[in-house]
């Protein structure tokens, strides 16, 4: 006999349902054509065939993945499906062993680290990776560092280049604390801030510098319902005002719902769907790996429990 099918569980965040009902969202933002940071179909990023293993450790095989301009791309899975390794693949602190990554219209084997603002790329970190004894302005502002044009003797001697370029970045910073609602903490050390706080501003540090490709790796994780809700509003409000290409990861399923065009799901290093958040969650292999069963265990019992997102405690 079949068990009873229980849409329940995501991962780290406890009991929350598996499906919850489809949200409105708002579509995503068109391309605009003619940039050097999209390739010829309007992608920013294209993941072909990538592979990364830890000596006998697969992290994830042959995973493919596409991401247009102004698309938020969920990718989610259970706990070591890979999320967070396919990320620091993409930025290239990981070296994969196979595929290729390519970004607008450059195809990399790895991805060179010390060019991502130029490609136009930006992430958040699983772990706060903040300058914990800077400012919220200081650390937003260490967001634009790989934008300085200005080299350091003409800094030291605050020639007008220089002095023009320290303007326009603290603007931009200015900006983006303004938009993320920090103004009444810019000047507090980062470190002394709330949690969820804390994860705004790494927020702002990616987004100063107007990346084309946002990488955000689980920027919820831990917070409150209403920081998530806030958090989420500045997501979208991003995608709106940049029209950038966002690859979410995230365990809070009703968020991957409401705040995604598309969702990829992984499953023990293999990418098993990808499509809607509706498709995803009507997909028999997604609820089987959520559920720890293997494929052909999924019947049509899960398949209807999801048309109805039903989720039986
Ligand atoms: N630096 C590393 N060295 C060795 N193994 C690693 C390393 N990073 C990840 N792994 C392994 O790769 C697999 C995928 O891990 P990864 O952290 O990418 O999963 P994840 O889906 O992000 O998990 P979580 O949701 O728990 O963060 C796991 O088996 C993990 O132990």
Redesign the pocket.
């Known amino acids: 006999m079949q068990p009873a099918l229980r849409l329940v569980r995501t ?2 965040d406890g009991n929350r349902p598996l499906l919850p009902g489809p949200a409105p969202r708002p579509a995503a933002v068109p391309a605009p054509g003619g940039s050097p940071h999209r390739d010829r179909a309007g992608r920013v990023l294209s993941v072909e065939g990538l592979s990364l293993a ?2 006998g ?4 095989a042959e995973i493919d993945l596409a991401v247009g301009a102004g698309e938020i791309h969920a990718v989610i ?10 990320i ?1 693949a993409i930025t290239g602190l ?1 070296a994969p062993q196979a595929g290729r990554v390519r970004i607008g219209a450059e195809s990399f084997a790895r991805v060179p680290a010390g060019r991502l603002a130029a490609l136009g790329v930006a992430r958040t970190f ?1 772990n706060l990776a903040l300058f914990t004894g800077l400012s919220v302005r200081d650390n937003v502002l260490a967001g634009l560092a790989a934008a300085r044009r200005a080299g350091l003797g003409a800094q030291i001697l605050g020639l007008p280049s220089a002095r023009r370029e320290a303007r326009a970045h603290r603007d931009a910073a200015e900006a983006v604390i303004g938009r993320l609602g920090l103004g009444a903490v810019a000047d507090r050390p980062a470190g002394s801030l709330p949690y969820g706080l804390q994860k705004r501003v790494e927020l702002g540090r990616a987004l100063v510098a107007r990346p084309r490709l946002l990488l955000l790796d ?1 920027p919820m994780a831990g917070m409150t319902a209403t920081e998530k809700a806030e958090m989420t509003g500045f997501i979208r409000a991003a995608r709106e005002t940049s029209g950038a290409a966002i690859v979410l ?1 995230e ?1 809070d399923i009703g968020v991957v719902m409401r705040l995604s065009d598309r969702v990829t799901v ?1 499953d023990h ?1 293999r990418r098993i769907a990808t499509g809607t958040p509706a498709e995803v969650q009507a997909d028999p292999a997604v609820i089987a790996a959520y559920l720890g069963l293997a494929d052909g265990d999924a019947d049509g019992d899960a398949a209807a429990d999801a048309d109805t997102g039903a989720a039986a405690a």
């Open positions: 991962g780290r830890f000596g450790t697969v992290a994830f899975g259970p706990n070591g499906a890979g999320k967070s390794s396919l620091n990981y699983q689980e990861i365990h992984l290093g």
